[in-house]
């Protein structure tokens, strides 16, 4: 069976994210998983009511809450479900603060938290005056020291290049049987090996078919096993953006707002190759490690928006369709190997009206997901969804 998570949104007002817990709580969700930002993906010189009628009630798109204490204030909310973040970085936190919050967090919620680390976005990074240099390498020693401080009974001693611990003591225990879970964010050779090394979970977001997902999450497994781990103790996930509607025509229109074009910049340059057309940011764009949007102009922006082909938001990673339709090509992730999704809903970018079916949408694709898919009638597949591969930069950030 696939688990059933919501990403909520961590911009105020306060009372959007309680809310959305209580929905999920009331959609029998298995888990909320925040994110963790500075700013957002939408640049603020396209902020405007043409872009999303979000823009007439957000003056900014770069409001965002602290996750960590975010995460606190919600734990006491969340019941049953799993609280998370999807995810973090140790370039703006150090590695023992990201254990010691997700080790403060297991006493505060009645399950698990999960703690999803990724390699860092350079959105995130470069404007702030964060390194940038070896992301990856300076995630490994990261994910090292993390695991120390969850396990680790003695003061920590470790010499690396990018952290050093000289007898550091981190008495802090996890409540019993709430160990906090990590889950890995990456795509590319390297941070696959971390997540089969490290990792409790994987959790990409830019793996476009199923072909594509059970190829990596055998190269998760296989580096798991020379780790000497059980590869099966590796939760694989998954986070998609999804656009859900009551008809596919609804849906087909949706993806047409121009909001959703502009989500779609942030599609790697492959999957624009794959539709016939180069991507308007470079001929080798990748979102995560080559975008910052005060780097563009009004009128850049505007027009590698006009320049989105129709295909790559049918067929890139991006969930889209009637409910029962998404059902359909989860379960393809399903038998390639998938037991967690995490929906991040988009629609609500186009309408008030499209937000709340958004929401309402994910519950009704978890209940399906519980269902036997014999059970389960008239759920066809959107389109013909291809196996493609996209090649993600060997740097494997994400989010």
């Not at 859900?244 to 025509?249: D, F, K, L, N, Y």
């Not at 505007?302 to 938001?313: G, K, M, R």
């Amino acid at each position: 069976m696939i688990e059933v998570g919501l990403q909520i949104g961590t911009q105020p007002p306060l009372a959007a994210a309680r809310l959305s817990v209580g929905a999920a709580r009331a959609m029998r969700l298995n888990s909320v998983m925040l994110v963790d930002h500075f700013q957002g993906i939408f640049p603020a010189c396209i902020w405007n009511p043409e872009l999303t009628w979000l823009a007439a009630h957000r003056s900014s798109p770069n409001e965002f809450f602290d996750y960590q204490t975010l995460s606190g204030h919600l734990a006491s909310r969340v019941g049953r479900l799993q609280l998370g973040v999807g995810v973090t970085e140790a370039i703006r936190r150090h590695p023992v603060l990201i254990a010691q919050s997700a080790l403060t967090l297991s006493h505060l919620s009645r399950r698990a938290p999960i703690l999803g680390v990724g390699a860092g976005e350079l959105m995130n990074v470069a404007p702030y005056g964060l390194p940038w240099n070896h992301p990856v390498g300076r995630l490994e020693e990261a994910l090292q020291i993390i695991r120390l401080c969850f396990s680790s009974r003695e003061p920590i001693t470790f010499v690396g290049r990018h952290f050093h611990l000289d007898r550091a003591v981190v008495d802090l225990q996890p409540a019993q049987g709430r160990t906090p879970q990590l889950w890995i964010a990456g795509h590319g050779d390297r941070m696959l090996e971390l997540t089969g090394r490290y990792g409790d979970g994987w959790y990409p977001t830019l793996v476009v078919s199923a072909d594509e997902y059970a190829t990596k999450l055998a190269a998760v497994r296989r580096a798991a096993a020379a780790a000497g781990r059980e590869p099966a103790s590796i939760t694989p996930a998954l986070h998609r953006f999804v656009v859900a509607a009551r008809t596919e025509q609804e849906a087909r229109h949706i993806l047409t707002a121009k909001a959703l074009r502009a989500l779609a910049l942030m599609a790697p340059a492959a999957v624009w190759q794959q539709a016939g057309a180069e991507h308007p940011l470079g001929a080798d764009f990748a979102p995560l490690v080559d975008f910052v949007p005060g780097n563009y102009t009004r009128m850049q922006l505007e027009e590698a928006i006009a320049a989105v082909p129709t295909e790559v938001l049918l067929d890139g990673p991006l969930l889209w369709g009637t409910p029962r339709q998404i059902v359909s090509r989860l379960r393809a992730f399903g038998d390639a190997g998938l037991r967690h999704v995490v929906l991040a809903p988009v629609s609500g970018l186009v309408s008030r009206r499209a937000m709340f079916y958004g929401l309402h949408a994910v519950g009704q694709i978890a209940r399906l997901l519980r269902r036997p898919s014999g059970q389960i009638s008239g759920a066809g597949v959107a389109r013909p969804h291809p196996a493609r591969s996209v090649m993600a930069s060997n740097s494997g950030c994400t989010r």
